[in-house]
């Protein structure tokens, strides 16, 4: 979604619940959660992992096998504790829950022993697949995990593809979009190229640096557009 100056991520996420699908797996960072954003997402039938911030509690209903355990997310509306004490219970019953009042969430923790100063910093996503059968914790913490390529995605296309520091050129909103959509397009034929590079090597395409892509490919550019207008 591209907005402006004065539209928030959040903002331009709620735009995409809507075409959410069924068979599909949003993942979310913190920075988007909301009760209300959740329950939306959820409510299109679509399965989400996202992580909580921290101030958000789960409380442990019951224990599943593979180390995750069943909790239920309460509408933060809601300040009676007799009131969610009783959804609480509802949820560990199994029974429906009204998503005006609670939703049943699967919670699943983990460490990620290389990252960084804090490798014992536990990391706290939910999940509307309650059933570890259908995604044991393993698995959901390796897909979100995987979650960080998209901000390696990022990083390519804003410091490496367009420059450190550097504005668009484009004058309306018109040729903003169309010079975004620009570099995407371009990330997309860099990233594509890395994958068939990648798999006539037989290597993990994370090991192909796109920044040396980049150089590789600019040097064969015999007419660079950088001085043409967008």
């Not at 914790?137 to 990083?155: C, I, K, M, S």
Request: charge should be neutral; hydrophobic fraction near 35%; glycine fraction near 6%.
């Amino acid at each position: 979604m591209i907005g402006g100056q004065h539209h928030g991520e959040q903002t331009l996420a709620r735009q995409l619940w809507p075409g959410l699908n069924p068979d599909w797996l949003l993942l979310a960072d913190a920075n988007f959660y909301s009760y209300h954003d959740f329950t939306t997402a959820a409510d299109t039938g679509a399965a989400l992992l996202w992580r909580l911030p921290s101030t958000v509690k789960t409380p442990r209903l019951t224990d599943c096998d593979d180390g995750s355990y069943r909790s239920a997310l309460i509408n933060p509306k809601i300040r009676s504790a007799a009131r969610r004490a009783a959804l609480e219970t509802a949820a560990t019953r199994g029974e429906d829950l009204d998503p005006s009042e609670a939703i049943a969430v699967r919670v699943v923790e983990y460490t990620v022993p290389d990252r960084g100063p804090d490798p014992d910093k536990v990391i706290r996503v939910i999940t509307t697949i309650t059933d570890p059968g259908d995604a044991p914790a393993e698995v959901l913490a390796q897909a979100y995990h995987q979650r960080w390529e998209h901000e390696t995605g990022n990083d390519q296309l804003k410091t490496h593809l367009r420059g450190p520091g550097r504005v668009l050129r484009s004058k309306s909103p018109d040729l903003v979009r169309q010079e975004i959509y620009g570099y995407l397009l371009a990330h997309h034929a860099l990233s594509a190229l890395i994958c068939r590079a990648a798999t006539e090597a037989d290597i993990d395409p994370d090991r192909v640096k796109f920044l040396r892509t980049v150089r590789l490919i600019r040097r064969h550019i015999s007419t660079p557009a950088a001085g043409f207008s967008p």
